[in-house]
C-alpha cells in the first residue's frame, strides 16, 4: 500500500524555523509532482510549493521563505520554513501527483488540492507571537 509519511513540525516562536519531511513508502514518487499544502482552523486547504521537476512554485504568501527540495535517493520531499510568523500556524499536508502527463501540462492547476492523489497525515505547525 503506497503512503506518504510526514515527519517534523511542532511549535517555534515568531522568526523562527522548521522543517517538514515526507516519505514515501509501498511506491516510489520519484518521478511525482509533490506538494505542500496546508489548512488552518476554520480555512480550507490551501496550496504552500510544489516541485514538478520542470519548474517550482510557491505560493505569494510564502515565497522566499519556505523552501521545497526533493531526495530521490530517499523518496522524500522536505519543506524547509523560515522567517515563520503566526499566520503560518496550520495543519501541513504533503501531497503527490505521480501522473506526470497530466502535471507537465501548461494549464496543470498545481495550486488546486484535487490535482492531488496521494496525501500524507498531516503535521501541526505553531507558530506563537
Known amino acids: 500500500q503506497v503512503q506518504l509519511v510526514q515527519t517534523g513540525g511542532g511549535l517555534v516562536q515568531a522568526g523562527g524555523s522548521l522543517s517538514l519531511s515526507c516519505a514515501a513508502s509501498?511506491?516510489?514518487?520519484?518521478?511525482?509532482?509533490m506538494a505542500w499544502f496546508r489548512q488552518a482552523p476554520g480555512k480550507e486547504r490551501e496550496f504552500v510549493a510544489v516541485?514538478?521537476?520542470?519548474?517550482?512554485n510557491y505560493a505569494d504568501s510564502v515565497k522566499g521563505r519556505f523552501s521545497i527540495s526533493r531526495d530521490t535517493s530517499n523518496n522524500m520531499v522536505s519543506l524547509q520554513m523560515n522567517s515563520l510568523k503566526p499566520e503560518d500556524t496550520a495543519v501541513y499536508y504533503c501531497a503527490a501527483d505521480p501522473d506526470r502527463a497530466r502535471y507537465w501540462k501548461n494549464d496543470y492547476k498545481y495550486a488546486d488540492p484535487h490535482e492531488y492523489e496521494f496525501w500524507g497525515q498531516g503535521t501541526q505547525v505553531t507558530v506563537s507571537s
Open positions: 516541485n514538478r521537476w520542470i519548474d517550482t
Open positions: 509501498g511506491g516510489s514518487f520519484n518521478s511525482a509532482a
